[in-house]
């Protein structure tokens, strides 16, 4: 088992430094869980910690789901079969730039529910994530026989708030539900947020990427004695939609780690393996004062971090530089570094056939509810996705600005079936011109959710659209509401014509699309879209995430697991801008790279 002493910490009684690397189950298709666990115990660390995100487990009709790609327990023991002890960090707050922070969107529905407070409702919600979490997780514990050697409590909640009786309801219900391993908090390092994150008697860390003397002297000023550990310490960094990709120079990394590690102290590298938020479970930041204001910062749906394993499993500059330094400090594996996975040959998939989506797809994938006025996605069950809005403006009428209000994330409007413009969240005060002849129009308004926010106090992230729509100054009311959470396109009839008004898509029609490719056999792609706009990619059913021209990704992962031998289906939701060709490449393109603030570490 895991503790410690004034020293540091103490492993079956034997002092024992803990160097960890993150790699997140939940990022990773599962039957390459144990490749990527062999790579990170190459790299040279004893212990690997992941998160576990409530919203990821629990299903839609609410019950809570622990197989498959689910199936944390199976992880936990592949890592002890390579000889890794673990941590886990099982929230019920996460942030990891996952979608909502791991907490589930249907918490925001809940009339007056606080989050991360000793607010009863949200309590009683935590507890019940608790109940069903917990007893997956106590076979795995040291005590045992295990290899779960911590568990931490909450996350960096100090950079969120101070509530103590949160943070202490959270460590007795652990341990009431039979958690005995060491438990401990994770806070940056700044006197705030150790202030406002810390739980006396439990062992606090820190979370920085350099500078480490001085960063673990704020530490030490909230915790006398005991071991000093980076919990997460940053060795690259997330990236967001329409900024470059981040990277960190191999050698000032490796020198930051190698400072950090001659003063004794226990690390996370955070990442050691980042890889992918498939489908639609990237979250967002928010850099303003309130909820809606402009600010909104969508993560991408890759998360390679500029890690030393990189999103397909390479082993990077950085995981030789990095190694170096960690075999100055532990002894290194025995074993030859592993291989690298194989890739496909490149090919080029010209668009097959497709459906229009309002004109064709609508009935397929939703069925319409009435209601008096726009409904956000969570009040009608949704938690990711697009959400379709449609009324009638009365005619006729002047040009007047149409305007939404509370809108959240990216709004395409139509007017009888013809696009109007584009509305987006981090312009709140724009407009589309819109007039009506003797008829009126029907009017159509498609919005994206681009990822609930996961981190800082706007988390109170509703989708879809909020307040309501106005023409002039005058509020629009009988609404045809359809959620599109897009989790199953097995009911879309493809044809070969998407039957638009001139036979084929224009710019801001949205459209599905369908390709072939044919493999030998399955192995690592990149997919990529030149000459596309923006929308989805899914492959065999399978919806490997988004894309978008405004970068800087410009390639999505599709690991050989989803592939078939023979032919495989793709299907594009085309949002924005129709091109032609899909392709398959044998490397991964991130989009032009830049160097992480470095504030940021």
């Known amino acids: 088992m895991l503790g410690y002493d004034a020293d540091g910490f103490v492993r079956d009684g034997v002092p024992h430094r803990v160097v960890a690397g993150a790699v997140h189950y939940f990022r990773v298709h599962p039957e390459l869980w144990e490749d990527r666990l062999r790579r990170v115990r190459a790299l040279g660390v004893n212990t690997v910690d992941t998160y576990v995100p409530w919203n990821f487990h629990e299903l839609p009709d609410g019950t809570v789901d622990f197989t498959g790609w689910r199936d944390v327990a199976r992880f936990v023991r592949l890592a002890a079969g390579l000889g890794l002890d673990v941590i886990l960090r099982p929230g019920p707050y996460i942030c990891a730039e996952w979608e909502f922070g791991g907490l589930p969107a249907r918490l925001l529905a809940v009339d007056g529910l606080r989050l991360r407070c000793a607010d009863p409702a949200y309590l009683a919600e935590v507890d019940g994530w608790f109940d069903a979490l917990v007893p997956e997780m106590l076979p795995l514990l040291a005590s045992r026989g295990g290899p779960v050697v911590a568990m931490q409590v909450e996350n960096e909640y100090g950079s969120y708030g101070d509530d103590a009786a949160y943070l202490a309801h959270l460590r007795d219900g652990l341990v009431r539900r039979g958690v005995d391993c060491l438990l401990f908090t994770t806070d940056g390092a700044h006197d705030t947020m150790q202030q406002g994150g810390t739980i006396p008697g439990l062992l606090a860390t820190a979370t920085f990427g350099s500078r480490a003397p001085e960063r673990l002297a704020v530490l030490r000023r909230h915790q006398d004695e005991g071991p000093l550990t980076a919990m997460?310490?940053?060795?690259?960094?997330?990236?967001?939609?329409?900024?470059?990709?981040?990277?960190?120079?191999?050698?000032?990394?490796?020198?930051?780690?190698?400072?950090?590690?001659?003063?004794?102290?226990?690390?996370?590298?955070?990442?050691?393996?980042?890889?992918?938020?498939?489908?639609?479970?990237?979250?967002?930041?928010?850099?303003?004062?309130?909820?809606?204001?402009?600010?909104?910062?969508?993560?991408?749906?890759?998360?390679?971090?500029?890690?030393?394993?990189?999103?397909?499993?390479?082993?990077?500059?950085?995981?030789?530089?990095?190694?170096?330094?960690?075999?100055?400090?532990?002894?290194?594996?025995?074993?030859?570094?592993?291989?690298?996975?194989?890739?496909?040959?490149?090919?080029?998939?010209?668009?097959?056939?497709?459906?229009?989506?309002?004109?064709?797809?609508?009935?397929?994938?939703?069925?319409?509810?009435?209601?008096?006025?726009?409904?956000?996605?969570?009040?009608?069950?949704?938690?990711r996705g697009l959400i379709h809005y449609r009324t009638r403006v009365p005619g006729p009428r002047p040009e007047l600005p149409l305007r939404i209000d509370g809108l959240a994330d990216r709004a395409q409007v139509f007017a009888d079936g013809r696009p109007l413009g584009v509305l987006e969240r981090n312009s709140p005060g724009a407009t589309l011109p819109l007039a009506t002849g003797p008829d009126g129009v029907v009017l159509d308004i498609l919005v994206e959710a681009l990822g609930r926010v996961n981190y800082g106090p706007q988390m109170d992230d509703r989708k879809g659209i909020t307040r309501g729509v106005s023409h002039g100054h005058q509020r629009l009311f009988d609404w045809q509401i359809r959620p599109l959470p897009l989790t199953d396109l097995s009911a879309l009839r493809f044809t070969d014509d998407v039957e638009a008004r001139d036979g084929e898509p224009g710019d801001g029609e949205p459209a599905f699309h369908r390709f072939t490719a044919e493999l030998p056999s399955p192995a690592d792609a990149f997919l990529a879209l030149p000459d596309w706009g923006r929308g989805l990619l899914w492959l065999n059913g399978f919806l490997l995430g988004r894309h978008c021209a405004a970068g800087p990704q410009r390639t999505l992962y599709a690991p050989a697991p989803l592939w078939r031998p023979g032919a495989n289906e793709l299907v594009v939701l085309e949002l924005e801008r129709h091109g032609t060709a899909l392709e398959l490449r044998d490397r991964p393109d991130l989009g032009p790279v830049t160097a992480a603030p470095s504030s940021e570490y």
């Open 232 to 383: 997460e310490f940053w060795i690259g960094w997330f990236d967001q939609w329409g900024l470059p990709h981040h990277v960190r120079d191999p050698k000032e990394t490796a020198s930051s780690l190698d400072e950090l590690l001659a003063t004794g102290a226990s690390v996370s590298l955070y990442m050691a393996h980042g890889g992918t938020s498939f489908g639609l479970w990237s979250g967002a930041n928010h850099s303003g004062t309130h909820p809606l204001d402009a600010g909104y910062e969508p993560t991408v749906t890759s998360y390679d971090y500029d890690a030393p394993i990189g999103e397909a499993g390479e082993l990077t500059e950085k995981f030789h530089a990095l190694r170096e330094v960690i075999g100055r400090h532990l002894p290194l594996p025995d074993a030859e570094l592993p291989d690298p996975p194989p890739r496909v040959a490149p090919q080029r998939l010209e668009r097959a056939d497709g459906r229009a989506l309002l004109a064709q797809a609508l009935d397929a994938l939703s069925q319409p509810r009435r209601h008096a006025a726009p409904l956000p996605m969570e009040r009608l069950g949704q938690d």
